[in-house]
């Protein structure tokens, strides 16, 4: 008879005890966090140091620890041209009794805070320009990464899985081109008014377009933002693996398990039929 094997619970760091991870990082680190800075997330936490710095900690499941590493932050130092917060350093321990490993990075505090969506279509054109030349250049880069969207490594076959499970007529589902992606480029990952770029811990190789299709997908509820970051980063998003990944992200709005509710969904439907029809037609 095979025993089965037990299930972990899942651990929501916003309600979980902290205290113990945050007394580590400090000693390891030889820094003290302030207590009111401390921002909780379901899988991060993260505040302000004594020495003018950010220190961000987290939790991460074994099976999301890939063979790659998951010291993103760290390996990201290296990619030169694009703005982001230097790394300074780092440590990791495991949690056996919660089958889960513990990650800690300090890097330089962020140079203003997260763009409010409402507020891009004031951002200046300088802002816009320092987006463009940084994704120019990480496109520019090779990396042994593979880009983990939600954690989750992105494959060609998992490409295709998910767009022909929404958009069934698209026969032909084959990325063409890879190129080192941040993979996790929204609103809350870019700083303003002067641009930055931070939270690295999933970035690497994925389908050409990758990063362009999930700034334009999270800005659908705001059509005139969508609409500048397609004419922005047309010569991603207009490429056919730009199509493909618009469609990608699309299946998170429009999918099985998609919320009907989503304020995304109205515009993530037309643009994803023109889409669809683009391909089509060749």
Known sequence: MTTPTP???PVDLR???VDEALVRVERALG???APETVVRKRRTVGARTDRNTWVRIERRPLEKVTGQGWNGTECAALLDGVAKPAWLQGLSWSDPAGAAMWRADETELLPGEPVDPNSV????DEWWEALNASLDALTAHHTTRIATPD???ITQVGVTEAIKATFREVSDTTIREWSPAHADLNWANVTASRFCLFDWEDWGMAPRGLDAAWLWGNSLAFPEVAERVRRER???LEGRDGKLMSLFFCTNILGPHAHPDDPRRGLAQSES????AELQAG
């Open 7 to 9: 299930t972990v619970a």
């Open 273 to 276: 039929k023109r889409i669809v």
């Open 31 to 33: 820094v003290r966090v």
């Open 15 to 17: 309600v979980q005890p």
């Open 234 to 236: 047309s010569q991603d």
């Open 151 to 153: 954690t989750i490594a």
């Open 121 to 124: 279509l004031a951002l200046p």
